[in-house]
């Protein structure tokens, strides 16, 4: 029996342009940790994007074995939480920046970064939220701990038709809240539309203003964009509304007034999934298992990529054309 598995390591990054090789490696490669696992599925998210592109510097190491998400099966744990056979799931916390990453056949990790998967969820669906998931989740508790109440107003979700962006929109509808789509993508407007938005606007039609207090339209929003769809946000989110800060797809700038702060009782709320505490973990994907159940996962899911399509799946998702969110299918390459 062949020992080995594929894996896309990433011998350093150059500015764009990508320094991707496909190898075979075995288990005296993987990095030292408490529990193994066969990978059945990863995902590709922006962040794998820009390093696998070399667009932006996010791995902390080289060379590394690329993917912040993996799935499957325990083959091996030296701690007692975990045995062989059990299905697991890990995202961010350093796998894929400096620890060897889900885009391989196997992964062995410290046994903190493991999560049971939910009862009722197989590891396809987990990587159809992977780290996008997660993240819709840590947005939704956010937005409770600062009660963002749907009464409140509607909700602008940015960057509507990418994997954060779709998720969320799904994800808050099934909560009660309204939520209006923002997309460069109008012709994608039916489909969020039947995700749960009550109405779709195009990016390239915004009329933003200027003034440091625009008229509210918005009782809170989850930006993906930052730069100066985020600023227009500030300046047209309602009294005591929350933003909550996700991404950087439209740029890091960030050009603001203390007016919508101090007049309007607005809060900026980040979050960050890759370094989401550990012992938090466990009971969000429980929550995305049950009441949280994240609702039109087939329909979110654009695409199913082999490790040797992901470099293209990249300047595609860098470029904004990819939509929802692309499975990476680990069976497939054996
Ligand atoms: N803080 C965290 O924990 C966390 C977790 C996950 C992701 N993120 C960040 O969130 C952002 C989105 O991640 P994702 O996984 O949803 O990525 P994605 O699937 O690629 O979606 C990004 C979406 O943003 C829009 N977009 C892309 N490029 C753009 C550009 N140049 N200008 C304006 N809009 C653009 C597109 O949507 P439309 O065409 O519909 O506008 C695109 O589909 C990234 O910056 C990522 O690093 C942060």
Redesign the pocket.
């Known amino acids: 029996m062949d020992a080995t598995f594929p894996a896309l390591l990433i011998r350093d990054q150059v500015q764009g342009s990508e320094r991707v090789d496909f190898i075979r490696m075995d288990e005296a490669d993987l990095m030292p940790g408490d529990v193994e696992v066969a990978v059945h599925y990863s995902s590709l998210?922006?962040?794998d994007?820009?390093g696998i592109t070399g667009s932006g510097r996010v791995l902390r190491r080289s060379p590394i074995v690329g993917g912040i998400d993996a799935a499957g099966e325990v083959i091996a744990s030296s701690d007692t939480r975990f045995k062989p056979g059990d299905p697991v799931l890990v995202t961010g916390a350093g796998l894929g920046e400096y620890h060897h990453g889900g885009f391989a056949g196997r992964i062995r990790v410290p046994a903190d970064w493991v999560v049971p998967l939910p009862a009722g969820m197989d590891c396809r669906q987990a990587m159809i939220l992977g780290?996008?998931g997660l993240?819709t989740a840590?947005i939704l508790k956010r937005f409770q701990e600062n009660q963002q109440l749907p009464e409140m107003g509607p909700i602008l979700v940015?960057?509507?038709?990418?994997?954060?962006?779709a998720l969320t929109i799904s994800l808050l509808a099934a909560q009660g809240y309204e939520v209006v789509?923002?997309?460069?993508?109008p012709e994608?407007a039916p489909w969020l539309r039947s995700l749960g938005a009550s109405e779709v606007l195009d990016?390239h039609g915004l009329s933003m203003g200027f003034r440091p207090l625009e008229t509210a339209r918005w009782g809170g929003a989850v930006d993906?964009?930052g730069g100066e769809v985020l600023g227009w946000l500030a300046r047209t989110v309602d009294d005591w509304g929350n933003i909550v800060v996700?991404?950087?797809?439209?740029g890091a700038d960030l050009r603001t007034t203390v007016m919508p702060f101090i007049l309007r009782g607005v809060s900026l709320l980040?979050?960050?999934?890759?370094n989401c505490p550990l012992p938090m973990r466990g009971p969000l994907w429980e929550r995305l298992g049950s009441d949280w159940a994240i609702p039109h996962l087939d329909s979110i899911l654009s695409e199913e990529a082999t490790l040797s399509q992901l470099p293209e799946f990249s300047r595609r998702?860098?470029?904004?054309r990819?939509?929802?969110?692309i499975l990476v299918n680990l069976r497939a390459d054996t």
């Open positions: 998210n922006y962040k994007a820009l780290t996008a993240t840590l940015t960057g509507a038709s990418g994997g954060v962006g789509g923002l997309t460069g993508k994608m990016r993906v964009l996700v991404g950087l797809a439209g980040g979050v960050t999934s890759a998702m860098l470029a904004g990819t939509w929802g969110r």
